[in-house]
C-alpha cells in the first residue's frame, strides 16, 4: 500500500462561488442614511424641534385642533375649579359659548 499524505489546503476552488452572509433587515419604515432631510415644520411652528405640541400634529389623529383644544379644555376645567371664575367670563375669555364650556366640563370631569 502506497500512504502518501498530501497536505489540505484551506483554498476554495477557483470555480466555486464564496457564500456572502444575509444582508441585513431593514425596518420598511426606516429611512435611508442617504436621505437629504429638510425640516421645514408647519404653520405651527418653523422646526418641529421647536413645536410646541406634545405630539407631530401629523401623527395625532384629528391633527392640531384636537391637541390644542385638549389643552384648552384641561386649563378651563383647572380655572374651573381652583379660582371658580363664572361660566360667561370663561366663556368670554375662550370665545366659546355658555354651552360649550359646560359640554367642556362634562367631558373633563368625567360625565357624560
Known amino acids: 500500500m502506497n500512504a502518501t499524505r498530501t497536505r489540505a489546503t484551506c483554498r476554495a476552488p477557483e470555480d466555486t462561488d464564496v457564500i456572502q452572509p444575509p ?24 422646526r418641529c424641534l421647536d413645536c410646541p405640541l406634545p405630539r407631530c400634529r401629523y401623527d ?12 384648552r379644555d384641561a386649563e378651563i376645567a383647572r380655572r374651573r ?11 368670554r ?6 354651552r360649550s364650556v359646560f359640554r367642556i ?7 357624560s
Open 23 to 46: 444582508e441585513r433587515r431593514v425596518r420598511n419604515d426606516a429611512l435611508p442614511e442617504s436621505l437629504d432631510y429638510h425640516d421645514t415644520g408647519c404653520e405651527l411652528a418653523p
Open 60 to 71: 395625532q389623529p384629528g391633527g392640531a385642533r384636537r391637541l390644542l383644544t385638549e389643552s
Open 81 to 91: 375649579a381652583t379660582e371658580r371664575i363664572p361660566i360667561n367670563a370663561l366663556a
Open 93 to 98: 375669555q375662550y370665545g366659546l359659548s355658555r
Open 105 to 111: 366640563l362634562r367631558k373633563v370631569n368625567g360625565r
